[in-house]
């Protein structure tokens, strides 16, 4: 049990680190009033910059991979340490304590653990998920499509129950974040893809 604490705890305290919100500050605004209010690298990207959208998101997959790798050189053998680090780090990332619980929406940390998880998986769908939203024209879908089938895949493949729940529980706080984009989708106010890419060759 003590384990399991220690792999949370490292997970959250790693995960509530929020480059784009220090980013932010550094250049006199905060993105929590900017654009979704969401501190991830899609909002950075659309209000800091290109080079520092890109910068965020790599600071996101680095956190939750360096966490994961930490717990599971602590304690060699656990079988879940990764993945309980992994979510952890997806917690901290959504829910980080000093900011009052309201962060990002964990896409990218979510991409960092299956990546640290299985890597080929995580390619597959990577490409299905970019076929998805390239056939329903909204970027959200990746949101609900991605922890599902991982959840799912993962835990078979390793044989645990305990790590469904886990994942599931993770994922279902993904999808939670992201029920503001379905609102806008409804309301007609998303952004589809195509729109997105047709503004940006303009812009170019």
């Known amino acids: 049990m003590m384990r399991v604490l220690i792999c949370a705890v490292i997970g959250y305290l790693l995960g509530s680190i929020s480059p784009s919100y220090i980013l932010a500050k550094l250049q ?14 899609t909002n950075a990207y659309l209000h800091l910059g290109k080079k520092w959208g890109v910068l965020v998101l790599v600071f996101d997959l680095t956190k939750a991979i360096l966490a994961m790798e ?15 680090t992994g979510c952890a780090v997806i917690f901290g990332h959504i829910f980080p304590f000093y900011l009052g619980f309201k962060g990002g929406k964990g896409l990218a940390c979510l991409a960092a653990m299956m990546m640290e998880l ?3 998986c995580f390619l597959i769908i990577l490409i299905t998920t970019l ?41 279902a706080c993904i999808m939670w974040r992201h029920k503001d984009n379905l609102k806008k989708i409804r309301s007609g106010e998303e952004t589809s893809i195509r729109e997105y890419f047709s503004r940006y060759k303009k812009e170019k």
Do not use: E, H
């Open 28 to 41: 006199g605004t905060d993105l929590r009033s900017k654009g979704s209010g969401n501190l991830g690298a």
């Open 118 to 120: 299985d890597f080929p």
């Open 131 to 171: 076929i998805l939203i390239a056939v329903v024209n909204w970027g959200v879908v990746s949101a609900f499509y991605a922890p599902t089938v991982f959840s799912v895949w993962y835990s078979i493949k390793i044989g645990s129950l305990c790590c469904f729940l886990i994942m599931a529980l993770t994922g």
């Open 70 to 84: 930490l717990t599971s050189r602590l304690f060699v053998g656990m079988q879940l340490a990764k993945v309980i």
